[in-house]
T-cell receptor
Framework: EAQVTQNPRYLITVTGKKLTVTCSQNMNHEYMSWYRQDPGLGLRQIYYSMNVEVTDKGDVPEGYKVSRKEKRNFPLILESPSPNQTSLYFC??????????????FGSGTQLSVL | KQEVTQIPAALSVPEGENLVLNCSFTDSAIYNLQWFRQDPGKGLTSLLLIQSSQREQTSGRLNASLDKSSGRSTLYIAASQPGDSATYLCAVRGGNFNKFYFGSGTKLNVKP
């Protein structure tokens, strides 16, 4: 089954404790991206990657890091989480960055709480 | 910077009604526009994608239209059902091709 898998589904942590949220897709997609969803603000793009070893900032990259060492994986790293990073996070992927008709597929989300 | 607005923020209708959800965007230089459905606590599921060169797309009871010049898209849902209750979001792919911009969504409640 084609899917984007995020882990963990829920995460509670404390300020300053480094964490990683994993994302993996099995569709051989070139493009992957991370979003955060906050009430009243909608989804905002954090980082995206066009292919292995190619990443770039979205609209809200501060406090986050990403890496793309393999095509299928795109982890999101919070080196020193703060309470304002409490949010619902989504990973997404699509194929063929040069095509205009490729849909965006989403993972189920990670609800992060930073105390 | 691209801004995407969805009106209304919430909508409650009786079962069987036809309804229209609206999405507007400020920069007409887009590659495509997608409509998504989000159920509580779940991820987003793509419903329809309209390329910038297209005017509309249809899937079952759903019809999405795009007027790029005026920066507007509508999602038409025919004969609504309680199972259609969810939040509907639109997103444009534009500017830098690899950036997506989302609206805040319309929360739809279809009453039996």
């Amino acid at each position: 089954e084609a899917q984007v898998t995020q882990n963990p589904r829920y995460l509670i942590t404390v300020t300053g404790k480094k964490l990683t949220v994993t994302c993996s897709q099995n569709m051989n997609h070139e493009y992957m991206s991370w979003y955060r969803q906050d009430p009243g603000l909608g989804l905002r793009q954090i980082y995206y990657s066009m292919n292995v070893e190619v990443t770039d900032k979205g609209d809200v990259p501060e406090g986050y890091k990403v890496s793309r060492k393999e095509k299928r994986n795109f982890p999101l790293i919070l080196e020193s989480p703060s309470p304002n990073q409490t949010s619902l996070y989504f990973c997404a992927s699509s194929s063929k960055t040069g095509a205009t008709n490729e849909k965006l597929f989403f993972g189920s989300g990670t609800q992060l709480s930073v105390l | 910077k691209q801004e995407v607005t969805q009106i209304p923020a919430a909508l409650s209708v009786p079962e069987g009604e036809n309804l229209v959800l609206n999405c507007s965007f400020t920069d007409s230089a887009i590659y495509n526009l997608q409509w998504f459905r989000q159920d509580p606590g779940k991820g987003l599921t793509s419903l329809l994608l309209i390329q910038s060169s297209q005017r509309e797309q249809t899937s079952g009871r759903l019809n999405a239209s795009l007027d790029k010049s005026s920066g507007r898209s509508t999602l038409y849902i025919a004969a609504s059902q309680p199972g259609d209750s969810a939040t509907y979001l639109c997103a444009v792919r534009g500017g830098n091709f690899n950036k997506f911009y989302f609206g805040s969504g319309t929360k739809l409640n279809v009453k039996p």
